[in-house]
């Protein structure tokens, strides 16, 4: 490694954090873009603000030696170029053009940042150079139209000092407090007598006590006449710019996710000798007086209670918007929709969810191929759907919602729903054994989600792109997450994905069956009853139990680890999962609830199919933690059938 | 002890400039993000020199050094701009506006030392 290449290896993991949030401002501005193309109105603003993050993009890559970057910042650099000196007028293919631009930017970045070659960029180069008109030479801009100053009622006159700055009082802040109260028409520099002060231009209304708030940290106001314009001298103005354009708080610290994981690690080492403690002190107990006893006690509860939060602390640092993975949906439909002739509106709902930055990168994925799939296969054409007696064009719905320690996301659409049918004479081409009868849509779920259904076809190429539903599946479950499906015959289908707000220390149910102790995170388990063994029924193989007036499956976990069963006792019953997909987990007896920290099974001799990880509970002994939506998946008369 | 002060709306550039002239400025230094800022910054602070980005949001580096260069207090303040390779024809700008030397990212940490090295030294001259 020469010097340089030192230099630089020390300021890569800026560099990749820096561009996520270009990135994800240039997504977000695009779709802006799209929308003003669809009859909106263009706002000039926004072609300033995704001119900026190309230029910064462009000059970072540079300063990491990262050309390919470079070379495709600049390209789209150029063409915004032109469109803000109105030489050109932003069309359909130069959005395209800017967003393939944009997907191979992130290819290539992706690329260096995993170690892999960079990918071909030639296409977006093309469609770039073809959009951009010759000239695009660099030019002073244009001052661009500021906005309304006649709206502006009030001057804002802030002097900076240190001791301001110092108390976190300086322009930035001031500026971000004016946003908050109104729109900011105009800031400039000004120098006056007592030195340089900043004048602004704000249409707000202010009430006195917030005029008082902000005098006290010398921030003067003063009402403007109906004009909005005060003569002023020699200063230099610049029109503002809306809340937008932003990119970077300050304030923010950025920390590799590597170190929130060793920190999360050491809670879990905390919790697990909290429990320790705990249970020595059990043994304590009656050697010490009471009133002795009692402070111990309390301290203890008292450290339970902070170490809780603390983890809730850490949890919440991890915890980013799902709208790093929404925010890409209207790309991908834009293009697959236009490809196979469909015509999709996509609705997002409850982009700020919040949920764990590990689970965002390892979600994305399969969320892009099940919005791939409602393109490709769930949406009839605009004819189809109009013959159908639908509106012509089709509503993608991507909506996320938190619940407690569950993030739930449901892809949507208003398609034709599910071809049962079909799927089954696949499966069944494809030699996957099915039960005769109806298929309920579990399991059709099943059968879509199963290794050997083949999903070959040409649209599925598409859909595709090495994803296929086994590995979306397969991704939930390693994140201990659910999918279900909710699908009918022309009116559209539903995957509703359920995931725990985070990984690695959660709240379980204990429970033991002969002598063995288990453990179920909570997060999973619907309801817990009680079964008499006399309410128990066979319906072939399997045991049934009457549950809200109809029959719950039983899968006994001493039948699937070989315990020795307790005839004739009661049964405690975890139900997991909601409907027709229920399924009675059953134990001798539920001990208690705690928080766990899961330790997951590296083991290839240990990696049970339900069994999501371990637990040291205190005492010293492994518990194992189980994986209860894979047992009840693979429960009684399952497709999968994995403890059989 | 007179500060450095970093202009740029990229915090990576605003690290690297500051890696780079870590042991040729060693007064310490300050940061600013956007132009005001840095207007912000000159007031409140002594400075005795100022690396400065072109393109940041709210105001052009051009104007802020226009608007540093009316005051007495800096006519001499030493201003490098450090801007992306491609906006070259802004040189002839820049240097009529009063900067002080003209450089383009990327740059590596040793020629940006270097160039500031003499900037300094030659400033130096002058003021004997």
Redesign the interface.
């Known amino acids: 490694m020469t ?2 290449e030192d ?1 630089l290896a ?2 890569m993991d ?2 990749f954090a ?1 561009c996520d949030e270009h990135l994800s401002a240039m997504r977000r501005l695009l779709l802006v873009l799209d929308d003003g193309l669809n009859g909106g109105e263009l706002d000039p603003s926004c072609l300033d603000d995704l001119f ?1 993050t190309f ?2 993009i ?3 890559s ?2 990491v ?1 990262l050309r390919e970057a470079e070379m495709l910042a ?1 390209h789209m650099e150029s063409y915004l170029r032109v469109l803000r000196q109105r030489e050109a007028v932003l069309t359909k293919d130069g959005l395209d053009a800017l967003i393939n631009g944009v997907d191979a930017l992130e290819r290539t970045i992706a690329a260096r940042r995993s170690g892999e070659s960079t990918p071909e960029n030639d296409r977006a180069l093309g469609l770039l150079s073809a959009v951009t008109p010759a000239s695009g ?4 801009m244009p001052a661009a139209a500021s906005a309304s100053r006649a709206a502006a009622n009030w001057k804002v006159t802030f002097v ?3 001791s301001l ?1 110092s108390r976190g009082v ?3 802040s001031v ?1 971000g407090r004016l946003r908050a109260a109104g729109t900011l028409v105009d ?1 400039a ?1 000004q ?1 006056r007598p007592e ?2 002060a ?1 004048e602004f231009l704000l249409a707000a209304e202010l009430p006195e006590a917030v005029r008082e708030q902000w005098r006290e940290d010398g921030i003067s106001t003063e009402p403007l006449g109906p004009s909005g314009d005060t003569p002023r001298g020699d200063v ?1 103005r ?1 029109p ?2 809306g809340p937008a ?2 990119i ?1 708080p ?1 304030h923010v610290v950025r920390v590799d996710l590597t170190r929130l994981d060793e920190l999360m690690r050491m809670i879990g080492d905390l919790v697990i000798t909290r429990a320790r403690m705990d249970e020595t002190l059990k043994g304590l107990e009656r050697h010490v007086p009471a009133v002795e006893w009692r402070p111990v006690q309390e301290n203890s509860a008292t450290l339970e209670r902070q170490l809780r939060d603390l983890r809730e602390g850490v949890v919440r640092l991890r915890l980013v918007p799902v709208s790093e993975i929404f925010s890409r949906v209207p790309f991908v439909v834009r293009d697959l929709a236009r490809e196979f002739g469909k015509d999709v509106r996509v609705e997002l709902r409850g982009q700020h969810t919040e949920i764990d930055k590990f689970l965002i990168e390892r979600m994305l994925d399969p969320v892009v191929h099940l919005v791939r799939n409602a393109v490709s296969h769930g949406f009839e054409t605009p004819a189809e759907r109009q013959a159908a007696g639908k509106p012509p064009q089709g509503t993608l719905t991507l909506a996320a919602a938190g619940a407690g320690d569950i993030v739930v996301i449901e892809v949507s659409d208003d398609g034709r729903g599910i071809d049962a049918a079909r799927v089954v004479a696949r499966a069944r081409a494809a030699g996957i054994a099915l039960a005769d009868g109806a298929v309920d849509d579990s399991t059709l779920l099943r059968i879509i989600c199963s290794p050997g259904f083949s999903t070959r076809d040409e649209s599925d190429r598409a859909s595709g792109r090495g994803v296929g539903m086994a590995v979306v599946q397969t991704t939930i479950d390693e994140l201990n997450g659910t999918l279900s499906l909710d699908t009918t015959p022309g009116q559209g289908t539903r995957f509703t994905i359920e995931l725990p707000l985070t990984l690695s220390i959660t709240d379980a149910l204990l429970a033991v069956v002969g002598d063995r102790r288990f453990a179920v995170p909570q997060a999973s388990v619907r309801e817990v009853v009680e079964v008499t063994p006399g309410v128990l029924r066979r319906v072939g193989r399997h045991e049934v139990a009457p549950f809200r007036g109809g029959m719950l499956p039983i899968v006994r976990l001493s039948d699937i680890f070989g315990i020795a069963a307790r005839p004739g006792r009661a049964l405690h019953v975890f139900v997991i999962g909601s409907g027709s997909d229920a399924v009675g987990l059953a134990v001798d007896r539920i001990t208690g609830q705690r928080e766990i920290v899961v330790r997951s099974m590296t083991d290839a001799l240990v990696d049970v199919p339900g069994v999501l990880g371990a637990t040291d509970l205190g005492d010293g002994r492994v518990v194992l933690i189980l994986d209860a939506a894979a047992i009840a998946r693979s429960g009684p008369g399952g497709l999968v059938g994995a403890q059989s | 002890m007179e500060r450095t002060l970093v202009v740029d ?5 605003r ?2 400039v500051i ?2 002239l870590r042991d040729t400025c060693v007064g310490g230094f300050s940061e600013a ?2 132009g ?2 840095a ?2 910054q ?4 002594p400075v005795s020199l100022v690396v400065l980005d072109l ?1 940041m ?4 580096g051009l ?1 802020v050094l ?2 540093v260069r ?2 007495q207090a800096f006519r001499r303040l030493p201003v490098v701009v450090l801007t ?4 070259e ?1 802004s040189r002839a ?1 820049a240097l009529a506006a009063g900067a002080s030397l003209y450089l383009t ?6 020629a940006l030392a270097g160039h500031v090295r003499s900037l300094l030294e030659s400033a130096h001259g002058e003021h004997a």
């Open positions: 010097s340089d230099f020390g300021f800026d560099y820096e900026r230029h910064s462009k000059g970072i540079g300063m030696e600049h030479a660099a030019r002073p900076p000092s240190s700055v300086n322009v930035d500026r800031a520099p120098v030195g340089v900043f230099l610049r503002e710019e354009r932003t970077q300050s | 709306d990229s915090p990576t550039i690290r690297m890696a780079s993000g956007s005001l800022e207007i912000e000159l007031a409140v602070g393109n949001p709210d105001m052009h104007e226009r608007f009316k005051h992306t390779r491609g906006d024809e700008a990212k990327p740059f590596t940490p040793q």
